[in-house]
């Protein structure tokens, strides 16, 4: 069977009419069939408030996966080389796991883990960095921290080396007129090049309902993969999978 994993990040009480939007958008294709990245508090400024609590609780009974999306999803780390260039042009100052040491990220990710799975009633389906990045120490904090599965650009694996599944997510990006025309490209192209593929992830943002083209895009994307039969799955599924049947 061939399985579409869709994701809404940065749900937050700060987005709540943005992550709305986006699940009437979402429903004709997965129906509840899909996982939400849940930011404790985003920039510092939006915890969550008690009606927002209770609505995780019910998109988690109705089977939504509840990932934990970092902490505030704000980067305040001083970067050099690599890490540099990934702050400076894959995102805009929110890769926050980019640069913490194992002892912050550990705590950060301890720190959601509970209060996602309190909230929720339910076990964190994992923990995805935002804007999918990751320091050494990050990554080696995952296990420690008891996430039974991440994910970055490229592939998805359960902490402690498996890798469950491969292939780049297909994602969009509003935050300037280039970026969001370079992402339109790239889903055009992705959504015939990834057909093949036993699993294939598809990743939304509050900020693509701010622009018709992306939201067309993303209509278009879902219907290419859903119309063949392909069906939607949960993460938590690439956990019993047989080895032959992972992306190659």
């Known amino acids: 069977?061939?399985?579409?994993?869709?994701?809404?990040?940065?749900?937050?009480?700060?987005?709540?009419?943005?992550?709305?939007?986006?699940?009437?958008?979402?429903?004709?294709?997965?129906?509840?069939?899909?996982?939400?990245?849940?930011?404790?508090?985003?920039?510092?400024?939006?915890?969550?408030?008690?009606?927002?609590?209770?609505?995780?609780?019910?998109?988690?009974?109705?089977?939504?996966?509840?990932?934990?999306?970092?902490?505030?999803?704000?980067?305040?780390?001083?970067?050099?080389?690599?890490?540099?260039?990934?702050?400076?042009?894959?995102?805009?100052?929110?890769?926050?796991?980019?640069?913490?040491?194992?002892?912050?990220?550990?705590?950060?990710?301890?720190?959601?883990?509970?209060?996602?799975?309190?909230?929720?009633?339910?076990?964190?389906?994992?923990?995805?960095?935002?804007?999918?990045?990751?320091?050494?120490d990050a990554r080696a904090a995952l296990g420690e921290a008891g996430f039974a599965l991440a994910e970055d650009h490229a592939r998805v694996w359960a902490p402690g080396g498996k890798v469950v599944a491969r292939g780049p997510v297909i994602t969009w990006a509003s935050r300037s007129d280039a970026r969001a025309l370079s992402s339109l490209a790239a889903a055009s192209v992705l959504r015939h090049a990834l057909q093949p593929l036993p699993t294939v992830r598809i990743a939304v943002h509050p900020g693509d309902v701010t622009r018709p083209a992306l939201l067309r895009s993303i209509d278009r994307t879902f219907a290419a993969f859903t119309r063949g039969g392909r069906r939607p799955a949960a993460y938590a599924d690439l956990l019993i999978l047989p080895r032959a049947s992972i992306n190659a």
């Open 1 to 136: 069977m061939k399985r579409l994993l869709a994701s809404i990040h940065d749900v937050s009480p700060r987005f709540e009419r943005e992550v709305d939007q986006l699940l009437d958008r979402l429903a004709p294709y997965v129906g509840e069939r899909l996982a939400m990245l849940v930011v404790p508090d985003h920039w510092g400024s939006a915890p969550w408030t008690p009606a927002f609590t209770a609505r995780l609780r019910r998109w988690a009974d109705a089977g939504v996966e509840m990932f934990v999306h970092g902490w505030f999803h704000r980067d305040d780390a001083a970067h050099s080389g690599v890490a540099a260039i990934k702050a400076r042009r894959m995102t805009a100052g929110e890769g926050e796991f980019l640069g913490l040491d194992h002892r912050e990220a550990l705590d950060r990710m301890r720190r959601g883990k509970a209060l996602l799975e309190a909230a929720t009633g339910r076990a964190a389906a994992g923990f995805i960095a935002p804007a999918w990045l990751y320091s050494d």
